[in-house]
């Protein structure tokens, strides 16, 4: 057989396949993989062939060591937020820039949804629509918060753009870390949290009813109402602080004491 038409090793396919499933999001970063014997299995593969895949996957950086002594996958597309977090952080101009971004991606990963949305995303997504519906008669704004960032993961998912889902999952990790917006301010506000409500509904509903321009339009506007909505919290926020310090003297009053 020419050099060209070998068959590559079963440990390099072997390492391709798995690759494949993080990519896809069907294993996800933090995800402990299966016994090594359970994996041969499903794989089809001998042991020793599945150690040298994971092997090079670890050398990839893709697998890390898990707490329970196993594998893991490694957090992925985390670059973003390592130096560059602090400064964003510092850099609270940024958030309209990055909901300006939100606003475009979000868009096209609920057009795509709405397309491409197998069953197994469709349920999924009408298991988001009942946790947001749980958390807001609850009132408890965390759990709100965290059912909005998981229907935004479904529905990147849904789209199955690889690309889209890597970087918009590592784009939500800095979400859940308060990087760019206080999820949680948002839903102290009623009359937000119901707008917020009907707002992510709307998004299931038109992906549901595969509906891709009505999906775009709904999660666009969704996006740039959150935009506004923080606009308008911000600005009340530095109204009070200016009607405080002139209270207060800017504390130089309790200098000149």
């Known amino acids: 057989m020419p050099e060209s038409k070998k068959r590559p090793p079963a440990a390099e396919t072997t390492a391709r396949h798995i690759e494949d499933l993080i990519l896809e999001g069907s294993l996800r970063p933090g995800e402990s993989l299966p016994?090594?014997?359970?994996?041969?299995?499903?794989?089809?593969?001998?042991?020793p062939t599945l150690r040298n895949a994971l092997k090079?996957?670890?050398?990839?950086?893709?697998?890390?060591?898990?707490?329970?002594?196993?594998?893991?996958?490694?957090?992925?597309?985390?670059?973003?937020t390592d130096p560059l977090l602090t400064l964003l952080e510092e850099r609270t101009e940024m958030v309209d820039d990055y909901l300006e971004?939100?606003?475009t991606l979000?868009?096209?990963?609920a057009t795509l949804a709405a397309r491409r949305a197998t069953d197994v995303d469709r349920e999924i997504l009408s298991t988001c629509a009942q946790k947001i519906e749980a958390a807001h008669a609850s009132g408890d704004a965390q759990a709100e918060a965290e059912a909005d960032i998981d229907l935004h993961i479904a529905v990147y998912e849904a789209s199955h753009n690889i690309v889209l889902l890597q970087i918009m999952r590592a784009l939500?990790?800095?979400?859940?870390?308060?990087?760019?917006?206080?999820?949680?301010?948002?839903y102290t506000m009623p009359e937000v949290r119901n707008v917020l409500k009907d707002q992510h509904l709307r998004i299931i509903e038109?992906?549901?009813?595969?509906?891709?321009?009505?999906?775009?339009e709904?999660?666009?506007?969704?996006?740039?109402?959150?935009?506004?909505?923080?606009?308008?919290?911000?600005?009340?926020?530095a109204r009070l602080e200016l009607s405080l310090r002139r209270i207060e003297g800017g504390n130089l009053s309790k200098v000149a004491r």
């Not at 014997?37 to 001998?46: G, I, K, T």
């Not at 979000?106 to 990963?109: I, L, P």
């Not at 939500?172 to 948002?186: A, D, I, T, W």
């Not at 038109?206 to 775009?216: H, K, N, Q, V, W």
């Open 56 to 80: 090079a996957l670890e050398a990839k950086g893709l697998l890390s060591s898990a707490p329970n002594g196993g594998r893991q996958v490694a957090p992925l597309a985390t670059s973003v």
């Open 206 to 216: 038109t992906i549901l009813s595969r509906d891709p321009e009505a999906a775009g």
């Open 106 to 109: 979000e868009r096209m990963a």
């Open 101 to 103: 971004l939100r606003a």
């Open 172 to 186: 939500s990790r800095m979400l859940r870390q308060g990087v760019f917006m206080n999820r949680e301010k948002l």
């Open 218 to 237: 709904a999660s666009e506007a969704h996006m740039n109402y959150t935009q506004l909505a923080l606009s308008e919290i911000a600005e009340a926020e």
């Open 35 to 47: 016994p090594e014997r359970d994996m041969a299995e499903a794989l089809d593969v001998s042991r």
